[in-house]
């Protein structure tokens, strides 16, 4: 996989949490199951409900995400941008679970994509990979709670009104949820 990767990303991905803790053979043996993949412009790395088989990590370029469909529109509907550095998709690898955003290259994209099995394979034998992942997961899945919290409480008024006012509101806190999962990529 580096050789597919341009030099001057090299010390960008080894110097990535995921890889920067493990022995060089171990972490000889992870890039090795990758795979380098490029995105133009304009181009999709994932859509939303797709099933979750691979993580990345955006070594070049800009990523944005997001979600079709909103408490005001069935228009897509921006989440976040996703800066070099970031592990994107990587709850679906772990989980199994489907893409819960649309992923799209803002500008031209390098990535390294990590394959299901092996992500789980290193996270089983690699104990700061493991722990920064859950710190991430973790960091993730609070903001959730919170955000979920205070629409159980009411700190976030909900759209009234009948079956559609309902609708909106699960809308809402599908995407306000995705959002605070998207806050600390």
Do not use: K, N, W
């Not at 181009?43 to 797709?50: R, T």
């Amino acid at each position: 996989a580096l050789a597919s990767v341009p030099g001057h990303l090299i010390p960008v991905l080894t110097a990535h949490p995921l890889f920067s803790g493990l022995p060089a053979l171990v972490r000889a043996a992870f890039i090795r199951d990758c795979e380098a993949c490029e995105l133009a412009a304009g181009e999709a790395l994932m859509h939303q409900y797709d099933e979750g088989h691979s993580s990345f990590i955006l070594l070049d370029g800009r990523l944005r995400a997001e979600v079709v469909g909103s408490e005001r529109t069935d228009q897509h509907e921006v989440l976040g941008h996703i800066e070099p550095g970031a592990l994107v998709g990587e709850m679906g690898a772990v989980s199994g679970e489907s893409r819960s955003a649309s992923v799209y290259a803002e500008t031209p994209c390098v990535l390294l994509e990590i394959p299901r099995h092996v992500l789980r394979s290193v996270l089983a034998d690699a104990g700061p990979a493991a722990r920064h992942l859950a710190v991430l997961l973790g960091r993730r899945i609070g903001r959730a709670d919170r955000v979920l919290y205070d629409l159980a409480l009411g700190r976030v008024p909900a759209p009234a009104g009948g079956a559609g006012g309902v609708r909106r509101m699960l809308a809402r806190v599908f995407e306000r949820f995705v959002r605070s999962r998207l806050h600390d990529p």
